[in-house]
């Protein structure tokens, strides 16, 4: 051992019967032999080192420096400068901010390792509670300003704050309040078409039509395997505006594609559709992804969330992943003049669970819908069994 | 000029002789004739003759290279288990030939999920001739015109503009679901995968739009107009020549590179930072000058 260490004690004697304990039981075996760094010994080398965290703490300046430089003379954002088709202002900010605290950081360990004092010592461990003398004096102490404050003799005083402390929490409660309106709140009031959870802005006789553009679709303009991102034409017809118009349109999205009608495996999903075409909602019922990562071959539908896979031609039924519910599916029909429509809103609510929400499996729901919907679908060449 | 002035007048001189005017005429028909015969486009006959021949060899090139899982007539083969083992290409159109070929994926190399891209094993005029004897099957998607597909056939910049901007809605709305919203790709189920486009021909993706390929799904004219479809095109250009403004975009495939990323290299980086950090300094045997040992 170190003749520096001379002044360090080898143990604690706070606690000497423990001490005593423990050395009965295995000895101390001491320190080992200390080998000095070759900078304690050699001036040379420490000379060396001495330089080398010199060199890393000017490489940080210097980023620092080119930090500040790079902030004046690169133009930053879009239409900025571009070097090797990288936004320049970024990369040289991120780039010189990082390595100058890089080199500061490696010339700081850099120091600490080879130039810092070299002492090695044992430090034995102890019990964490103090000694019984002190203990009992902080007792007494506590028990002192309990009596010198009177809580103990003025119970009335003491039993009033704690009730007014604990009334504090009703203002925090109140304020819930504000989360919004509950579902069936919003479902009674109807502050504007399809509000609500269960509901969406899909109506018998609502066209369907393309996203992005607008425009209604025939039959006919779709071949076998087209894919349509699909919205009701109330999206577009200017009736809803600002929140509530994106409410809508998130909640009525829809899928619609066209397959061999001979592929349709579920006598519901046959009847809700036309010539081959189905229309699904878009939103996911896991968590409320929007999806439509359509295989053309399977008719299986991706969610890329969390890979729930829903089969399109028998009700939308999950055939892997997380979901607990098949996708709801919108019943189509054929107005007048030719153009897909919706029988009725979706037959159940769109999205993801909630607590009051009922779980029926899809013949129950079908049954509800033919009940309310299917004699004023006729119209628009409903008919059970195929259109 | 000498010259030319004598022979002018030398002609000049014979010009009311009775001959005179049918010489003229017979040089006026011949010349007319003639140009026609070499401007003119090729007879509706000979387009035909030209079209039967390539289909002739077209349908050389599929005996040798497709039929094997197409069948001799196009029919497709299915197993006896009931699996397809190559589709029918009866109405798939030449515009799929196009792209299947083109692109390398046909002929098929392997089996699997994915049908790889690779270089064309064929050169255009035969690529054309077997979309010409395939297009003969049934009727299906035409190979497009370059007015159809390429961004660069737009009038002005401002109609380019407008198109950019149509096109990235129409993209967000159709194509990110699977092609990722820079176009990068995505993975697909059991182990398929949608490509990259951002190293595709424009033809190719309007052609892909038109037929879906694998199981893409199609995108028809009815679906998508073809203006909209060279709208999506050049939206897609328009992102090729986009900087990356925000540094390193790790193939811009979302979060599972970007978590690659952060977790092997980042954490790894800052393991080794640690593990250099507690790691012991070389020591030697000398002794210190002036030290008790």
């Given at each position: 051992m170190s003749s520096d260490l001379s002044e360090i004690e080898k143990h604690d004697d706070s606690h000497p019967e423990l001490n005593a304990h423990t050395d009965a039981l295995l000895p101390d075996p001491g320190m080992h032999e200390h080998h000095w760094r070759p900078t304690d010994v050699d001036p040379k080398a420490e000379k060396r080192a001495e330089r080398q965290v010199s060199l890393?703490?000017?490489?940080?300046?210097?980023?620092?420096?080119?930090?500040?430089?790079?902030?004046?003379?690169?133009?930053?954002?879009?239409?900025?400068?571009?070097?090797?088709?990288?936004?320049?202002?970024?990369?040289?900010?991120?780039?010189?901010?990082?390595?100058?605290?890089?080199?500061?950081?490696?010339?700081?360990?850099?120091?600490?390792?080879?130039?810092?004092?070299?002492?090695?010592?044992?430090?034995?461990?102890?019990?964490?509670?103090?000694?019984?003398?002190?203990?009992?004096?902080?007792?007494?102490?506590?028990?002192?300003?309990?009596?010198?404050?009177?809580?103990?003799?003025?119970?009335?005083?003491?039993?009033?704050?704690?009730?007014?402390?604990?009334?504090?929490?009703?203002?925090?409660?109140?304020?819930?309040?504000?989360?919004?309106?509950?579902?069936?709140?919003?479902?009674?009031?109807?502050?504007?078409?399809?509000?609500?959870?269960?509901?969406?802005?899909?109506?018998?006789?609502?066209?369907?039509?393309?996203?992005?553009?607008?425009?209604?679709?025939?039959?006919?303009?779709?071949?076998?395997?087209?894919?349509?991102?699909?919205?009701?034409?109330?999206?577009?017809?200017?009736?809803?505006?600002?929140?509530?118009?994106?409410?809508?349109?998130?909640?009525?999205?829809?899928?619609?594609?066209?397959?061999?009608?001979?592929?349709?495996?579920?006598?519901?999903?046959?009847?809700?559709?036309?010539?081959?075409?189905?229309?699904?909602?878009?939103?996911?019922?896991?968590?409320?992804?929007?999806?439509?990562?359509?295989?053309?071959?399977?008719?299986?539908?991706?969610?890329?969330?969390?890979?729930?896979?829903?089969?399109?031609?028998?009700?939308?039924?999950?055939?892997?992943?997380?979901?607990?519910?098949?996708?709801?599916?919108?019943?189509?029909?054929?107005?007048?003049?030719?153009?897909?429509?919706?029988?009725?809103?979706?037959?159940?609510?769109?999205?993801?669970?909630?607590?009051?929400?009922?779980?029926?499996?899809?013949?129950?729901?079908?049954d509800d819908w033919s009940a309310d919907h299917a004699a004023d679908a006729e119209q628009y060449g409903y008919k059970e069994g195929g259109q | 000029m000498r010259l030319l002035n004598r022979s002018v007048g030398r002609l000049s001189r014979h010009r009311r002789r009775p001959l005179a005017g049918a010489a003229v005429l017979l040089v006026a028909l011949l010349s007319t004739g003639g140009l026609y015969a070499i401007f003119s486009p090729a007879s509706q006959a000979e387009v035909e003759k030209d079209n039967a021949a390539l289909v002739a060899e077209g349908k050389e090139l599929f005996m040798i290279n497709c039929s094997t899982c197409h069948g001799s007539n196009g029919e497709g083969i299915t197993t006896q288990n009931g699996k397809l083992y190559g589709p029918s290409l009866i109405g798939v159109g030449a515009a799929s030939v196009d792209f299947q070929v083109g692109t390398g994926r046909m002929p098929m190399a392997q089996p699997g999920a994915q049908v790889e891209v690779k270089d064309p094993s064929f050169n255009q005029d035969e690529i054309d001739a077997m979309a010409a004897y395939v297009a003969s099957l049934g009727p299906g998607p035409a190979v497009p015109d370059r007015e159809q597909y390429d961004p660069d056939t737009f009038e002005s910049e401002e109609e380019r503009e407008a198109a950019v901007a149509l096109g990235g809605q129409i993209f967000l709305t159709n194509c990110t679901a699977c092609h990722n919203f820079t176009g990068a790709g995505g993975a697909m189920p059991r182990g398929g995968e949608a490509p990259s486009i951002l190293n595709t021909d424009p033809r190719h993706i309007y052609q892909a739009m038109l037929t879906g390929p694998q199981s893409m799904d199609t995108f028809s004219d009815g679906n998508i107009s073809p203006e909209e479809k060279k709208a999506v095109i050049a939206y897609v250009e328009s992102m090729k020549e986009q900087p990356d403004y925000g540094g390193f975009n790790n193939g811009a495939l979302g979060p599972v590179t970007e978590g690659i990323v952060a977790w092997v290299v980042g954490l790894g980086v800052l393991v080794a930072f640690t593990v250099w950090i507690a790691a012991h300094t070389t020591r030697t045997n000398q002794t210190k000058k002036g030290s008790a040992k």
């Open positions: 890393f703490f000017a490489l940080s300046a210097i980023c620092s420096v080119l930090f500040v430089v790079a902030y004046f003379a690169i133009k930053p954002g879009y239409d900025g400068d571009v070097w090797a088709g990288y936004g320049a202002s970024n990369l040289a900010l991120g780039s010189t901010l990082g390595f100058a605290l890089l080199f500061l950081g490696i010339g700081v360990i850099q120091w600490a390792r080879k130039l810092v004092v070299d002492i090695e010592h044992a430090e034995d461990r102890h019990p964490a509670a103090s000694s019984p003398a002190t203990r009992e004096v902080a007792i007494a102490e506590l028990k002192a300003a309990l009596n010198e404050s009177g809580m103990a003799r003025r119970p009335f005083i003491r039993n009033a704050m704690i009730g007014s402390a604990a009334l504090l929490g009703l203002p925090a409660i109140v304020m819930l309040r504000d989360l919004g309106q509950t579902n069936a709140q919003i479902t009674r009031e109807q502050p504007y078409p399809g509000a609500g959870l269960e509901n969406t802005v899909w109506d018998a006789g609502v066209r369907v039509v393309r996203d992005v553009v607008g425009t209604p679709i025939r039959p006919g303009d779709l071949e076998i395997g087209d894919l349509v991102n699909a919205e009701p034409a109330t999206i577009f017809d200017g009736s809803l505006h600002g929140a509530p118009l994106q409410i809508a349109k998130s909640k009525a999205a829809t899928i619609l594609l066209r397959m061999d009608p001979d592929d349709i495996s579920h006598d519901v999903t046959r009847n809700w559709s036309v010539d081959g075409i189905v229309a699904y909602s878009k939103i996911c019922t896991h968590v409320g992804c929007p999806i439509s990562l359509n295989e053309r071959t399977t008719h299986h539908l991706l969610c890329p969330c969390h890979q729930s896979t829903f089969d399109l031609a028998d009700h939308g039924k999950v055939i892997f992943g997380p979901a607990g519910r098949h996708l709801p599916q919108l019943p189509l029909g054929v107005d007048a003049d030719g153009y897909l429509v919706a029988l009725s809103d979706y037959p159940e609510p769109v999205g993801v669970s909630y607590w009051e929400r009922n779980t029926y499996d899809i013949d129950e729901i079908f | -």
